[in-house]
């Protein structure tokens, strides 16, 4: 038995594709859809193709002239107002005046993201305004590029590190980023890219010793936890559950996340009495809250667990899982701290994936999962922004069809949402699906395929300002080029390489 996407099954070949051919060799992806445009990365203006991408140099008055936007504010959506976060809230706000760089940290559940946001939307912006962003799985290009898009009028416009720090200078706005885990280097490199702004960081761990103010979140007050409960039963606390909540308030270190399921459970008794599960339940709620929920919200938790730590929208949920509501669904299960509502969507608590694991022995099939996201992606209502926000959900579908010997599968992923990656401006993400792609096609034996990621992760770095390493890259690119015959891919690669 191997054990693989935390399911355990048992190994197999190559699967035959749905007309039957057997995965692997060479083959032509066919990208529906709008799968060109044009962006300007740095002095290089890039026209994006889905058979290969053309680059050539601007002349400094064809560049883009930025217009700066007036005010920022981009706020996070609107959530019920933390419950005895006051102290925490006035420690966060004196923090702000004097440091350029705030870390909140503490363990999962302790109501960092709650917190964060509620200060994105009710303290003092910055004298250029605010920003909420989310750090999971991103590069600090990325979230760099969102902050200057977010301040600057300049559609398909990706500044080079050093015109965005001269755009960003002087430029006062407070950003929010949660979920920034990301290493110290990292941390000062986006901070360094809008030398002016204000950043809270929120984290799982304290890293940038000595560098930030740092702001440790602990459990709840006795008196908040039972405040909450309160709050989360929604018809008041019953005298003789009072004794029950302070325990449990205890046993859960004031962790707001335990909280929540513990009345998420009492709210789902079909008893009609309002009754808290024990404090010696308080490790075993998962499995009790599973026993109540319904199809549609198990459904929804397998989609989620098996896409991992990935951020899905709800029409994908509807989609993939037969959920004539998803939002709804989804909304119902973060309400019940089983899923994390975030900007881009929804995407399952880590503590839950055993859970769901132990329930299903399979994760959602994945040749069901890579034909609906490269369809998806190439739909004309699809755009690379879009795509960009799903960047982890199409990662983790491509490394479950490697892992599952279909790596025909991972390239055709990678090869439909390469082109609108790149139009998005998220080089981060554009270069992990490229690599996963020219894994892919190496072990799918695909050398169209191959030929393409080779040439595209040349432009890339082109675009990034890695001369050199394109420069390897697209003599590469020219031999793969003509060993298939294709002169166009040929004149493109030399084309760019000018450039180099």
Known sequence: ????????????????????????????????GDASGTVIAGNHNVVIDAHGSTVNLLPPQERPRPVRRERVALVPRRQPEPVGREADLEELEDALRGHGVVQLWGPPGVGKSTLLRHAARSLEPGPDGVLFLNGAHREPEDLAQEIFEACYEAPGYAPTGPELRRLMTGIEVTVYVDDAELTPERLRLLADAAPDATFVFASRERSLLGESADLELRGLARAAGLGLLERELRHGMPEAQYAVAVELCEVALGRPLLLLRAAGLARLDTSGEIRLPRAAEIDGLLPLL?????????????????????????????????????????????????????????????????????????PVAVDRLCDHFARWAT??????AQVADHGRALEVVAEMAERRGRPDLAVRVARAVSPFLAESLRFGVWGRLLDQGQNAARQAGDTTARAYFTHEKAIR?????????????????????????????????LNAQQYT
């Not at 990935?310 to 899982?321: F, K, Q, S, T, Y």
């Open 379 to 384: 739909l004309a209502t699809t755009t690379p």
């Open 461 to 493: 770095c082109l675009m990034v300002g890695r001369r050199v390493v394109a420069a390897v890259l697209l003599a590469e690119a020219v031999v793969l080029w003509r060993q298939l015959g294709d002169n166009e891919g040929v004149d493109a690669a």
């Open 290 to 362: 599973f026993d109540r929920l319904d199809t549609a919200a198990l459904k929804t938790l397998h989609l989620l667990a098996t896409l991992r730590d990935a951020e899905v929208d709800p029409e994908h949920v509807g989609a993939l899982c037969d959920v004539p509501d998803p939002a709804a669904v989804c909304g119902r299960l973060a309400g019940l701290g089983l899923v994390t509502a975030t900007e881009r969507g929804y995407r399952s608590v880590a503590d839950v994936l055993p859970e769901v694991r132990r329930r299903f022995a399979e």
């Open 1 to 32: 038995m191997a054990e693989t996407d935390g399911f355990v099954r048992e190994p197999h070949g190559p699967d035959p594709d749905e007309d039957g051919a057997p995965a692997g060799g060479d083959h032509r992806i066919d990208i529906a």
